[in-house]
């Protein structure tokens, strides 16, 4: 076996001294064949999580009225959790709430010794899995009678800036799909073609060899 290997290993050798520019252009089309799929596999994979993160990003904040029972809100934070458009729903109690108002102004400590827990309300938060989802979410939630009113955050700004944003991510995202499948489908194609005429090249410079094997 290791013979027929060193044979075999010895005739490519061989045949590529014989014809060493054959060999090295089916070698660069096939190398820049590869570089070109691998990198587009990149870009489209990065986008795609790119856009992923943006569209789960945004938190929509149910901020509930002073009177609500922890029932209630028990109630409602299983009806939230319980909606496959809906993930990590957490709820925030008043204390909770002052504690993040701290932590924002730690740079101004008279800012949080000025306030009291009973000026924030308590809050359920919670994320969407598709950016798409969140408008028909809170108004339905915004419906909810122990809901005094619903807030929606996004590091990107407003919701509509977050929309357009995410949109043109879908956007970019299509046109790698789609300019980059097309770029890949003719560049294997050329690939093909070269290998093709490189072999049909060395069949009829080496066919006085194959018709003597034919004879024997």
Not at 62 to 87: H, M, N, P, W, Y
Not at 153 to 177: C, F, H, M
């Amino acid at each position: 076996m290791k013979k027929m290997s060193n044979i075999h290993i010895k005739t490519a050798v061989s045949n590529i001294r014989r014809s060493p520019f054959q060999a090295i252009a089916a070698a660069f089309v096939l190398s820049l064949t590869f570089f070109v799929v691998t990198t587009l596999a990149i870009l489209v994979y990065s986008s795609n999580k790119i856009l992923y993160y943006f569209e789960t990003r945004p938190q929509i904040i149910a901020f509930l009225k002073d009177s609500v029972t922890s029932e209630s809100v028990s109630a409602l934070q299983e009806k939230l959790a319980g909606d496959v458009r809906i993930k990590d729903v957490n709820y925030v109690s008043k204390e909770e709430a002052l504690g993040i108002y701290k932590k924002a102004t730690a740079d101004n400590p008279l800012l949080s010794e000025l306030v009291s827990p009973t000026i924030f309300p308590a809050s359920l938060e919670f994320s969407v899995k598709e950016l798409s989802f969140a408008k028909d979410i809170i108004e339905e939630v915004k419906k909810d009678p122990i809901v005094d009113q619903v807030g929606f955050t996004a590091s990107l700004g407003p919701e509509n800036t977050l929309q357009d944003t995410v949109e043109r991510l879908k956007t970019i995202v299509w046109y790698l799909k789609i300019g980059g499948g097309a770029f890949v489908l003719v560049l294997t194609a050329s690939s093909f073609l070269v290998l093709l005429v490189i072999v049909s090249m060395r069949l009829t410079t080496r066919r006085e060899e194959i018709e003597i094997l034919d004879l024997v």
